[in-house]
């Protein structure tokens, strides 16, 4: 049987649950267990993919096609192994069927309560992961704070789970707040006690407290916090601020969480945590040997999280690469043909992000089109490819008024269309084109140098597409179809012969980077840019030279 952790948080949000409920898995994974990690999101929304990416991040999206919460992509991150719906739960969700239960009969004409049928379907979906035995160890990380009244039935099925379990086969983890109080040059404790004690009214008590802080915590100081929330001295850990996530997991292996865990669940602690790939990752991040400056042009640039899987890739990628990625956000609404060049002059490659509706389209249109026609590196993802399409039809094969019929129903070149199994779609929640698709790369083509490969698979985000009635001009112009679906016929990727890297995809490459294994076009586009960045050095210098002589 699966041993079961818990993660909850206190005294605010954003803490980082995700980061270290993914530290933690890193660990226990890196000593040989099977672990699997699942988000349970306390909001009434079924799933977040109708959810602004200004309210809630990124939706992500896994292989079988769930549109989940962006913690699920630190998971797959840390963990190099692919996540499922089973791994994100939210309230709507277990709302939604506990109702089509009733309505079935299910409960036998029985009043339908919180307790016990709403907390009955979150354990049963708690626990179905650990039940076909591919995993030792299953971490539940809780969304929200300890406090919050939409988390109480998530803390309350907690509480019956420790009861049924047993001790050494349920634990429960508690991220909370140190302050530092600069007045007073002092960290405080107050509001973790407050934090344990709420959860402790709840009927739950954490076996181990992990201290988000700015400053070190002395001894005395873990000793005051294992005191007044009656846990042992050396189940207060210590999480300071660290320059990148992927530091985590070696800070927490320093504060011996791997160890508190397994001790307390009675699991053998004898086997060190295999790193040595994770230490090298870091050590290419730390220390790189170049930089380049990339431009994220998107329409949610205010939220970082929104592209938050894009910007991680981006690490990965630089990593590998051993060159250090500078990412410049520029917002799409605000460029136009006038200031293009004076806003992407000094970039040394351009990516064009996915997104939805009309608003900045020309202005990514417009960046495209300076991407082309000066050799800068340029990589467009879904609406980003869609966009490279519509740039090509207009300024290349002159059809001045191409869109796509998203921004433009009524346009006389749609070389972007809806797809067809979408035209009779109305309701909008995980009704998309979604998941791992397969995708046949053309031989010889820069896609399939990329990838090393003629047959890849791919996740998908979207209800628009090539439109195929256009590809035979569009090609005989010049732009390829390096990459097509091989039963719909859909244009998975297109390129640009000639150009030091000119490259779009339908899907989402970012969503399947991972430490151990960076997406390969990300790895490419930085190469490309790191390429172009040394041009361009050179030439400077070359120029300087002249000007001295």
Same mark, same amino acid.
């Given at each position: 049987?699966?041993?079961?952790?818990?993660?909850?948080?206190g005294?605010?949000?954003?803490?980082?649950?995700?980061?270290?409920?993914?530290?933690?898995?890193?660990?226990?994974?890196?000593?040989?267990?099977?672990?699997t990690i699942?988000?349970?999101?306390?909001?009434?929304?079924?799933?977040?993919?109708?959810?602004?990416?200004?309210?809630?991040?990124?939706c992500?999206?896994?292989?079988?096609?769930?549109?989940?919460?962006?913690?699920?992509?630190h998971?797959?991150?840390?963990?190099?192994?692919?996540?499922?719906?089973?791994n994100?739960?939210?309230?709507?969700?277990?709302?939604?069927?506990?109702i089509?239960?009733?309505?079935?009969?299910?409960?036998?004409?029985?009043?339908v309560?919180?307790?016990p049928?709403?907390?009955?379907?979150?354990?049963?979906?708690?626990?179905l992961l650990?039940?076909?035995?591919?995993?030792?160890?299953?971490?539940?990380?809780?969304?929200?704070?300890?406090?919050?009244?939409?988390?109480?039935?998530?803390?309350?099925a907690?509480r019956?789970?420790?009861?049924?379990?047993?001790?050494?086969?349920?634990?429960?983890?508690?991220?909370?707040?140190?302050?530092?109080?600069?007045?007073?040059?002092?960290?405080?404790?107050?509001?973790?006690?407050?934090?344990?004690?709420?959860?402790?009214?709840?009927?739950?008590?954490?076996?181990?407290?992990?201290?988000?802080?700015?400053?070190?915590?002395?001894r005395?100081?873990?000793?005051?916090?294992?005191?007044?929330?009656?846990?042992?001295?050396?189940?207060?850990?210590?999480?300071?601020d660290?320059?990148?996530?992927?530091?985590?997991?070696l800070?927490?292996?320093?504060?011996?969480?791997?160890?508190?865990v397994?001790?307390r669940?009675?699991?053998?602690?004898?086997?060190e945590?295999?790193?040595?790939?994770?230490?090298?990752? +870091? *050590?290419? #991040?730390?220390?790189?040997?170049?930089?380049?400056?990339? /431009?994220?042009? !998107? =329409?949610?640039?205010?939220? &970082?999280?929104?592209?938050?899987?894009?910007?991680?890739?981006f690490?990965?990628?630089?990593?590998?690469?051993?060159?250090?990625?500078?990412?410049?956000?520029?917002?799409?609404?605000?460029?136009?043909p006038?200031?293009?060049?004076e806003?992407?002059?000094? +970039? *040394?490659? #351009?990516?064009?992000?996915?997104?939805?509706?009309?608003? /900045?389209?020309? !202005? =990514?249109?417009?960046?495209? &089109?300076?991407?082309r026609?000066?050799?800068?590196?340029?990589?467009?993802?879904c609406?980003?490819?869609?966009?490279s399409?519509?740039?090509?039809?207009?300024?290349?094969?002159?059809?001045k008024?191409?869109?796509?019929?998203?921004?433009?129903?009524?346009?006389?070149?749609?070389?972007?269309?809806?797809?067809?199994?979408?035209?009779?779609v109305?309701?909008?929640?995980?009704?998309?084109?979604?998941?791992a698709?397969?995708?046949?790369?053309?031989?010889?083509?820069?896609?399939?140098?990329?990838?090393?490969?003629?047959?890849?698979?791919?996740?998908?985000?979207?209800?628009?597409?090539?439109?195929?009635e256009?590809?035979?001009?569009i090609?005989?112009?010049?732009?390829?179809?390096?990459?097509?679906?091989?039963?719909?016929?859909?244009?998975?990727?297109?390129?640009?012969?000639?150009?030091?890297?000119?490259?779009?995809?339908?899907?989402?490459?970012?969503?399947?980077?991972?430490?151990?294994?960076?997406?390969?076009?990300?790895?490419?586009?930085?190469?490309?840019?790191?390429?172009?960045?040394?041009?361009?050095?050179?030439?400077?210098?070359?120029?300087?030279?002249?000007?001295?002589q």
């Open positions: 049987m699966a041993k079961y952790i818990f993660v909850t948080g005294v605010t949000s954003s803490l980082g649950k995700g980061i270290i409920a993914a530290s933690l898995a890193k660990l226990l994974q890196a000593r040989g267990f099977r672990v699942q988000k349970f999101d306390p909001y009434i929304n079924v799933d977040p993919g109708t959810l602004n990416p200004y309210e809630h991040g990124e992500y999206v896994t292989e079988d096609g769930a549109e989940t919460d962006l913690d699920l992509g998971y797959e991150r840390f963990l190099n192994t692919p996540t499922s719906q089973a994100n739960v939210t309230t709507g969700r277990i709302y939604q069927t506990v089509n239960k009733e309505r079935e009969g299910a409960y036998l004409g029985k009043t309560q919180v307790i049928h709403i907390t009955d379907e979150i354990k049963r979906r708690i626990l650990g039940k076909d035995g591919r995993y030792d160890i299953v971490i539940t990380e809780l969304g929200g704070t300890v406090g919050d009244i939409e988390s109480l039935p998530y803390i309350e907690v019956q789970l420790q009861w049924e379990l047993g001790e050494e086969d349920c634990l429960v983890v508690h991220l909370t707040l140190i302050p530092y109080l600069r007045a007073a040059k002092e960290l405080k404790t107050k509001p973790t006690q407050h934090s344990v004690r709420l959860l402790s009214e709840y009927g739950v008590h954490p076996d181990i407290i992990v201290c988000r802080t700015e400053e070190p915590m002395y005395d100081l873990k000793k005051k916090i294992a005191l007044f929330c009656n846990v042992q001295v050396d189940a207060v850990i210590e999480a300071n660290v320059p990148t996530i992927y530091e985590v997991p800070e927490m292996m320093r504060e011996k969480l791997d160890v508190s397994l001790k669940l009675n699991l053998p602690v004898e086997k945590p295999e790193l040595v790939k994770w230490r090298e990752f +870091l *050590d290419k #991040l730390k220390y790189p040997k170049s930089k380049v400056t990339i /431009g994220l042009i !998107g =329409k949610y640039v205010e939220l &970082q999280d929104a592209y938050k899987s894009i910007l991680e890739s690490i990965h990628a630089g990593s590998l690469n051993e060159c250090k990625v500078i990412v410049q956000n520029i917002h799409s609404e605000h460029i136009t006038e200031n293009v060049c806003k992407l002059k000094n +970039l *040394d490659g #351009l990516l064009v992000a996915p997104g939805f509706g009309h608003r /900045g389209i020309e !202005g =990514k249109i417009t960046a495209i &089109q300076y991407a026609e000066n050799n800068l590196p340029f990589f467009g993802i609406l980003g490819m869609q966009m399409v519509v740039e090509f039809a207009r300024n290349v094969l002159g059809w008024d191409a869109h796509s019929v998203e921004m433009n129903p009524d346009t006389a070149h749609p070389v972007i269309n809806l797809m067809e199994e979408q035209k009779k109305t309701a909008k929640g995980g009704t998309m084109r979604l998941g698709y397969a995708c046949e790369l053309r031989a010889g083509s820069r896609a399939a140098e990329i990838y090393g490969a003629t047959a890849i698979s791919e996740r998908h985000r979207h209800r628009y597409e090539f439109n195929n256009y590809l035979e001009a090609e005989k112009a010049g732009m390829i179809p390096s990459g097509k679906n091989p039963e719909s016929g859909l244009v998975e990727m297109i390129e640009i012969p000639g150009h030091p890297f000119f490259v779009g995809s339908q899907f989402h490459p970012e969503l399947k980077s991972t430490v151990e294994s960076p997406a390969p076009l990300f790895v490419s586009f930085i190469k490309a840019a790191k390429q172009y960045a040394e041009s361009k050095n050179g030439k400077s210098k070359m120029a300087e030279e002249k000007i001295s």
